[in-house]
């Protein structure tokens, strides 16, 4: 195979028709558990391309509207190992009313909506990268997208995937902020603890001297943890802190809860420990009672330089002339999932900035980027797989 017909697909990627039906997709209103309407669209859309369809029942475990899709394209080589993408199909917000706007090169919301583009601008480039696959006539091997719902509020979907539909074993997720070429090999591990601590409920007029404040006792205890950056590897927050009564009752009891994140195991878990001993010994101290609770959120994956799926990657951006580069990221994604789950997959930047905010936009040259690093991507994969 010629350099030429390496890069043919990824240069049959039309722009405009790409930016289109990014602007379609945004305009779809599917909040997380209320991916319905997304997943009629991708239910018309999808076998015109030669996709067949599957949906888990994924959705019974949150009381959502459709479960997590799961699309397999037979590809014109079934000798290559098949290649997924995956993305999810939820927003953090609803989009209804969405009106985008083109400053600069640059899309926006008008400001009354979020954008949607994380992560809307994958599904569409996606759907983009196999089309212009198909057009250029390139040969490639088997193709499957793994399309979750409710991945905005914990990656929920993903958890509750029925993985035995699954086909593939490596593949992408484009999701994340960096610009097109950013390549995220190591993603953390992360927990969540609630700490429900109890004092004495009383009345401060009637019965004051009775009272023991769950709100002074909690108080203390987050004084003597340590949180926020812990190390170059760890990161701690108390996120919420909720009880209380009437203004006029001393509370009898609070619920204090915070996640760790960290790219150790150990070290997560070393943590945790930490902030269950330093509430413990306040409580203890001031004769209340702690109960604790620790919830897996997801665990790290750390995929290597030369594996290749990472090879494969840098390959492709190469070939579109989009500067590759290797990272590491303690934010979550279905990445973290589907890998914990006997999947091997990277995250990849595709450009979105601002998420989960009416300021969220993102430029038309990494939504563009996304749709050929897609095409590029299953070129790569096929040469790389017939010149073994």
Not at 46 to 69: I, R, S
Not at 123 to 135: D, F, K, Q, S, V
Not at 155 to 163: C, K, S
Not at 234 to 248: D, F, P, R, V
């Amino acid at each position: 195979m010629t350099n030429k017909q390496i890069v043919s697909a990824a240069k049959q990627v039309n722009e405009e028709r790409l930016l289109g039906l990014f602007l379609e997709l945004a305009k779809i209103n599917g909040p997380s558990t209320k991916e319905q309407l997304v997943a009629d669209y991708l239910i018309n859309a999808l076998p015109e391309l030669g996709f067949t369809l599957d949906f888990d029942e994924a959705y019974k475990h949150f009381d959502g509207e459709v479960g997590n899709l799961i699309a397999w394209h037979e590809g014109t080589d079934s000798s290559i190992p098949p290649l997924f993408f995956s993305t999810h199909m939820d927003t953090v917000l609803p989009t209804e009313g969405l009106k985008p706007v083109i400053k600069d090169d640059v899309i926006y919301s008008d400001g009354t909506t979020i954008l949607g583009a994380d992560d809307r601008a994958a599904l569409a480039a996606y759907l983009e990268g196999i089309r212009a696959i198909i057009e250029s006539g390139a040969p490639h091997g088997p193709i499957e997208f793994i399309l979750t719902v409710n991945e905005q509020p914990g990656l929920v979907g993903a958890t509750h995937m029925d993985y035995s539909k699954v086909k593939s074993k490596a593949g992408y997720i484009f999701d994340s902020s960096g610009d097109v070429g950013q390549i995220i090999l190591k993603g953390p591990y992360s927990s969540r603890i609630w700490m429900e601590v109890e004092g004495n409920a009383a009345h401060i007029a009637l019965n004051a001297e009775e009272g023991n404040s769950a709100f002074l006792i909690a108080a203390k205890g987050l004084l003597k943890m340590n949180l926020g950056t812990i190390d170059e590897e760890t990161l701690a927050n108390i996120g919420i802190i909720n009880g209380g009564e009437l203004t006029s009752i001393i509370p009898g009891s609070v619920t204090v809860a915070g996640e760790v994140r960290s790219f150790s195991k150990d070290k997560l878990e070393l943590q945790l420990k930490h902030m269950e001993e330093a509430m413990q010994e306040v409580v203890t101290n001031s004769g209340g009672k702690l109960t604790v609770r620790i919830e897996k959120k997801y665990s790290g994956f750390d995929i290597p330089k030369d594996h290749i799926l990472s090879v494969t990657v840098e390959k492709a951006a190469s070939n579109i002339n989009v500067k590759p580069y290797l990272t590491k990221t303690l934010g979550g994604a279905d990445t973290n999932v589907l890998n914990d789950n006997g999947l091997t997959c990277i995250t990849l930047g595709n450009g979105f900035q601002n998420i989960h905010s009416f300021r969220e936009c993102i430029s038309v040259e990494n939504l563009i980027n996304t749709g050929r690093l897609t095409a590029e991507l299953i070129e790569q994969w096929y040469v790389s797989h017939k010149q073994k």
